[in-house]
């Protein structure tokens, strides 16, 4: 068995955009922009950069909620973007979406219970009586009582609605679960409250878990390995010790700048980026962050780069990564 449980190869999503005026030719939007990555079993990979770089597209492809423009998803050997609606049904059962919106995500019509326990119904995977006892069990793992399962979305809290969330992704026993953004929309108080719940359930039923967000010190805190996107391209990849530590492209640099440090005594350079992050629909040419990057040469304005290794399973997209880090 290969200890590679999912990978995605030269993922691109584009969006065709209308002209405001007549005749004009539809452009594109350039989601996502050819991303590649390997994701370990029982490994937790965070994806983390600003709002609008395509973490959460990656998210909806790996699982096939969106289809890819082009590039595929191999998961556990099956390649999932070739898949007919039969088998892709079958195999949701053993990849789960945990999604942003904790309130949106759920049918305000249907009880706790039956919310949790459908995936059981929709995959047929016990009878009726077994439901019912799976479902208070899983409530019971994800911190939320009996007297729970009677009520209705609006009935709960921020954060008890993420557990439901969290819990109906995980009563079918899926072997990864894709996670978007799952604290963003709560109270930091709630905050690490689910992350260290996401933590026990990891280690109690052996997840691989892809974490997507915006904040780098909830990655730095939950993952394993770090990927950090910047406009639709992926800018770095390795252990989240290391992309901390040191990190080996500009805009990881400032991601990293940004968390706060604990210790009232320590002082960390902030580095202010200047400009606005480019349109996807009209990215610029060479790297992309160059229009942004206080060490951009004449090279990062013509030629994109790729991404190379430049320590042992440290992988960046930068010309100019050893001449302003080291190596």
């Given at each position: ?183 963003s929309a ?12 996401l933590a ?125 880090y080291g190596?």
């Open positions: 068995m290969s200890d590679v449980l999912l990978s995605a190869e030269g993922l691109v999503k584009h969006y065709a955009v209308r002209r405001q005026f007549l005749g004009g030719a539809a452009r594109q939007l350039r989601a996502v922009d050819g991303v590649s990555f390997t994701l370990a079993r029982r490994e937790v990979l965070g994806v983390v950069g600003e709002s609008g770089c395509g973490k959460s597209t990656i998210g909806r492809m790996l699982v096939n909620l969106i289809e890819p423009t082009a590039g595929r998803v191999v998961f556990d050997g099956i390649d999932v973007t070739a898949l007919d609606k039969a088998a892709l049904r079958k195999l949701r059962r053993r990849m789960q979406f945990v999604f942003q919106d904790p309130y949106s995500s759920l049918n305000p019509r249907l009880t706790i219970e039956r919310i949790v326990g459908e995936p059981l119904q929709i995959h047929d995977l016990c009878d009726a009586a077994e439901v019912m006892e799976r479902t208070a069990a899983m409530l019971l793992k994800v911190g939320l009582g009996g007297d729970h399962m009677r009520r209705y979305p609006h009935e709960l809290s921020g954060g008890q609605r993420q557990r439901v969330g969290i819990a109906r992704a995980l009563i079918s026993t899926p072997e990864l679960v894709v996670a978007d953004e799952p604290v709560l109270d930091v108080s709630i905050q690490a409250q689910v992350l260290n719940l026990e359930l990891r280690q109690e039923m052996q997840l691989s878990m892809i974490m997507i967000s915006h904040n780098m010190a909830v990655i730095q805190h939950s993952c394993d390995r770090i990927a950090v996107m910047y406009l639709g391209q992926l800018v770095e990849i390795a252990s989240a010790d290391e992309i901390v530590m040191a990190p080996a492209h500009p805009y990881t640099a400032a991601l990293v700048s940004a968390v706060p440090v604990p210790d009232p005594t320590a002082r960390r350079q902030r580095i202010i980026l200047q400009g606005d992050v480019p349109s996807p629909i009209d990215p610029p040419a060479g790297c992309r962050f160059h229009t942004r990057c206080p060490h951009a040469g004449i090279q990062c304005a013509v030629e994109t780069p790729g991404l190379r290794e430049v320590r042992s399973n440290h992988w960046v997209s930068c010309h100019r990564s050893e001449e302003i190596s």
